[in-house]
């Protein structure tokens, strides 16, 4: 009786469909991942009105400011002295003004006077900062040389 | 004349590992670095040192004062437009400070920019109760689009407790 022997076959797998997808799933990530928001620091949980809307036109320059609490992974609060995060240990925020007035001074050199005091000071501070502290740095800020001031929101409204 | 024999036609077979090692690379460095951020939006205020910013305007602007007392605690406590209290209910004070507001400004179709609102917090109330009269004061949100009532918002000086 005559065997017939298979000839050894190699099984191609379609890979279009993958890579196809795995395009698709790249441009998703692409457009999803926002860049901007390197500023904001995780630890801070803004308070959320209806009414915050981004900025029609992006500032530039801005200084980003943020107020908050240490917190551990939970959210919970490690200590009740608020501060500005700047790296990881929070500075406390009377004592910030050298740094404001470096700011200032710099911005001052580079683009002059009149640009320096129109850079922004963007404030994000948790929701149960005590409202008094906003405005000893908004003082501050006045005292480094600057005028205009924003405090940040989440857009949503859920959170209340 | 001999003729060679037509060559047969060859597959070209085209090295997709290294394109798929790279992609997936990509892709897991997108996976990692997404962030998923709820979008932030801010208040402008405008605060010149010396607050002289309209020492030139012939009028100057109706000054509205908003006054938040605070609890202990930081909560609520009462909230007052001009001397008229609203309550601590929130948010619901809130919403009759918005409906006051309205009643003076909103009626004033682009002629919001004579109104100024001055907050004159407690020193100890948390910013959340700030960020919802802020909100209160500057309009609402009708459909899709805001409504505008009143872009001056400043802040009385801090007074801070010994």
């Known amino acids: ?160 | 004349m001999k003729f060679r024999k037509r060559e047969t036609d060859t597959k070209v077979d085209i090295q997709m590992s290294a394109m798929i090692d790279i992609v997936f690379q990509l892709l897991i460095f997108f996976l990692l670095t997404l962030k998923i951020i709820p979008p932030e939006g801010d208040f402008n205020i405008n605060m010149p040192i010396g607050a002289v910013a309209n020492a030139n305007d012939d009028i100057p602007p109706m000054d509205l004062k908003v006054k938040l007392e605070a609890n202990p605690d930081g909560t609520l406590k009462q909230l007052y437009f001009g001397s008229r209290a609203l309550g601590n209910d929130f948010p619901f004070c809130f919403e009759r400070l918005n409906q006051d507001i309205a009643a003076i400004a909103g009626g004033q179709q682009g002629y919001s920019d004579d109104l100024e609102v001055e907050l004159d917090p407690d020193y100890g109330l948390h910013y959340r109760y700030i960020v919802k009269a802020i909100s209160a004061c500057r309009g609402r949100i009708q459909g899709d689009q805001q409504v505008t009532y009143i872009e001056k918002i400043k802040f009385a000086p801090v007074d801070r407790p010994e």
């Open chain 1, 1 to 160: 009786m005559k065997i017939k022997h298979a000839k050894p076959t190699i099984v191609e797998a379609d890979m279009t469909p993958m890579i196809d997808m795995t395009f698709q799933l790249i441009a998703f990530f692409m457009i999803v991942t926002n860049f901007e928001q390197t500023q904001a620091d995780e630890r801070v949980k803004l308070p959320a009105d209806k009414l915050a809307r981004p900025p029609k036109v992006a500032r530039e320059n801005d200084i980003v400011l943020n107020v908050g609490f240490d917190r551990n992974e939970l959210g919970q609060k490690i200590s009740q002295e608020p501060g500005i995060f700047y790296g990881d240990q929070p500075i406390p925020i009377r004592d910030y003004f050298p740094r404001l007035k470096d700011e200032y001074t710099l911005a001052a050199k580079q683009f002059g006077e009149a640009e320096a005091r129109k850079r922004t000071i963007v404030i994000r501070a948790d929701g149960d900062v005590p409202t008094g502290l906003i405005q000893e740095l908004i003082k501050l800020g006045q005292e480094a040389g600057f005028e205009k001031f924003a405090l940040k929101a989440k857009s949503d409204d859920e959170a209340g």
